[in-house]
């Protein structure tokens, strides 16, 4: 039996805020160059645009590799496999403070994004194998903490840090940070047991027959289409506070910190819904984005109600994520959760990826008054694939 399966058992605070720290670290390696792009374009003598594809290729890195190396390495025991991911971080992060080149660099960082991919899908499945399914959503949330601590504190750290003493350092920095956690997760992050013991007289099926995998591909669908909307506009919101908003571009800076930490409320929220109303606290979540971007796009000339109305997004969707992980666990059966982990962080990354060039293109040809209206349309169309797919795989499920 594992960890945590039974609710006489304490709640696993260590092993949670373990989890949330290498999540936070994990997080604000990954997204390290945005902030510091100008200084290692300069030193590398290299675009911009250059240094920005870097965070593709790791992107890219984690779609192509997350669910094969899961795959591979699903019988191996979880807590080891996280203490090896971490050391590959270490690696990555070291290969690139002391890339002498551009095509060095981009190398660690698919290192970086091989241990990513894998790391998300063990961490993503080992929250389920710590508590019941009835405390996940308090457990997500927790974890999940660690991701967005990592947008409010840890880059902007981070880029402070690089520009003071030089992005090297910075990554250098991430690297010391990381082995420091890999200790601590070494003394105090639980043990779980992975396994799934047949019963007497069960015949052990393949994975791709599992019974589960219905629910699965359908969360999947749903983090692909409201991360993609999200991306499209998201991905441009300081140009489009500057203008048509209006907001000075010293301010966007305040205005992004102001919209992390709504989100946080919303993540906060998250731990209380996903458990009590899960099924309508996604959806209520997922419509109330919907909602507060439609406003933005209907008045995006009135500084007072975009910014006032990004704090109501900001909560909304801050707790988005943290349900559709949730979610996954809960569908998901223990013998492939770790498989539909690795399958959700692709979900992730190809649509954070597919968003910003969608945006990108839509930019080109169009105008960026347009880009909150698309994000509307396929964050609707979310609610819709959700709400009937969901009726679908239950009305299968009850009729077996």
Known sequence: MSQGTTSSKPFPWTGLFVLSALIFTSVTSEF??????????????VSESQVGLLITVFAATVVVSAAPLTALTRRFPRKYLVIVVLFVFIVANVLAALAPTYELLAGARILGG???????AVVGGYTGYLVPKKQLGRAVAITA???????????????ALGHAVGWRLAFAAIAVIILALTIVAARLLPHVDNTVTLSTGEIG???????????VVLVCLTVILIMLGHNIFYTYIAPFLISPVGVDASAIAGVLFLYGGAGAIGLA??????DRFPRAGLVGAIALVA???LV?????????????????WSIAFGGAPAMLQTRMLQVASARIRDVASAYLTTSFNIAIGGGAA????LLDRTSILVLPFVDVAITLAAIVVFLVGDAIVTRRLRAR
Do not use: C, E, N, Y
Not at 269 to 274: E, K, M, P, Q
Not at 358 to 361: E, K, Q, T, V
């Open 145 to 159: 903490g660690g991701g967005t601590a990592a947008f409010i504190l840890g880059v902007p750290v981070g880029t």
């Open 114 to 120: 091989l241990a990513h991919g894998l790391f998300w």
């Open 358 to 361: 969608i945006g990108a293109l």
């Open 32 to 45: 390290l160059p945005t902030g510091l792009l100008p200084d290692i374009a300069r030193d590398l003598d």
């Open 269 to 274: 929220l998250a731990g209380v819904l996903a």
């Open 291 to 293: 909602l507060a971007v």
């Open 205 to 215: 099926l393949p994975l791709r027959k599992d019974r589960s995998i219905p629910s």
């Open 296 to 312: 933005i796009a209907l008045f995006p000339t009135q500084p007072v109600i975009v910014i006032g109305t990004m704090v109501v």
